[in-house]
């Protein structure tokens, strides 16, 4: 689905909402998330039972589900609506692979604040893409062909910066070339 055109350099770039993305819980995550919802399939585990480990650092997850659905993570209820929203799970990090993840011997103050920073952003970037806010793009000369394309940016500022800097290397490819 097309959601922006651009002029950039020259150029025409095509903003399109990507639909085959791949879920970024396939990637290589610090946390694990374990959710429980009756209409979705949400994170990495579902289960309304789950089993955390003792040692683990663990945060709350919440979804707002109207008209699409929102994910956040915290210690505090971050939504303003008490019937479409609650608390879906929890995103958490073992003691063992957080030191493994910060090469370190002992989980002090600092290590824990990393991985919970580090969760934290997967659980935005979760967010951005159960939002749909996942895109591809299209670089096209001024006779309307195809230069190239890139897809599976999760935030249109992602996009949108590596697309200026194709459209910016076509454009230097193509003053070498005359």
């Known amino acids: 689905m097309l959601v922006e055109t ?19 819980r396939e990637w290589d995550n610090l946390g694990t998330m374990i959710c429980a ?16 480990p003792d040692d683990a650092i663990v945060l709350p997850l919440f979804l707002y589900d109207h ?5 956040s993570v915290g210690r505090e209820y971050p939504f303003n609506c008490p019937w479409d929203a609650g608390q879906v799970g ?17 989980l002090t103050k600092a290590i824990r604040d990393k991985a919970i920073k ?5 659980v935005e970037t979760y967010d951005l893409f ?17 230069l190239g ?14 697309a200026k800097s194709q459209a ?5 490819s193509l003053t070498y070339a005359i």
């Open 168 to 172: 910016d290397g076509a454009k230097s």
């Open 130 to 146: 159960i939002r749909g806010e996942v895109y591809g793009y299209i670089i096209k000369d001024d006779e309307d062909n195809d």
């Open 118 to 122: 580090c969760m934290v952003q997967e």
């Open 6 to 24: 651009i002029e950039h350099n020259g150029f025409k770039i095509e903003i399109h909402q990507d639909q085959d993305a791949e879920s970024p």
């Open 67 to 71: 008209s699409g659905i929102s994910m």
């Open 37 to 52: 919802h009756k209409r979705y399939c949400l994170g990495d585990i579902q289960t309304s039972k789950p089993t955390i």
């Open 90 to 106: 929890v995103i958490y990090v073992t003691r063992e692979k957080a030191l493994e993840e910060f090469s370190a011997k002992r």
């Open 149 to 162: 394309s890139c897809w599976g940016f999760i935030g249109m500022d992602h996009c949108l910066e590596d």
